[in-house]
């Protein structure tokens, strides 16, 4: 039988909205000081590789820099007809 009823747990507070649980947050704090580490070595990398990987991993590697240009969408009707207009 279980402790509680359907939907009522037994910290009514529970943990905020959006916030990470331990392991989570350990893990991204390892991952971040690994990529930190690998960007110092960045530039002795390329430096290494044959000119087409480097031109092709610094491609991938600029979605990260630069946005991604998105189409904008139009929310106010269609463009008018200079012809109906009365002037």
């Known amino acids: 039988m279980a402790k509680f ?4 747990s037994g910290n009514p507070a529970g943990r ?5 649980n331990v392991i989570t947050r350990e893990l991204r704090d390892k991952l971040k000081q690994l990529i930190d ?3 110092e070595n960045l530039p002795n990398l390329l430096s290494e590789l044959e000119p087409d990987k480097r ?3 610094l491609i991938k ?3 990260f820099t630069i ?3 998105r189409p904008i ?4 009707g269609e ?4 012809a109906e207009m009365n002037f």
């Not at 009823?5 to 009522?8: F, I, S």
């Not at 463009?79 to 200079?82: A, Q, W, Y």
Request: charged share 30%.
């Open 5 to 8: 009823k359907k939907g009522v």
């Open 16 to 20: 905020r909205k959006g916030s990470q």
């Open 37 to 39: 580490s690998e960007l």
């Open 55 to 57: 031109a092709d991993l």
């Open 61 to 63: 590697l600029l979605r």
């Open 67 to 69: 946005p991604i240009p």
């Open 73 to 76: 969408e139009s929310t106010v």
């Open 79 to 82: 463009p008018f007809d200079m």
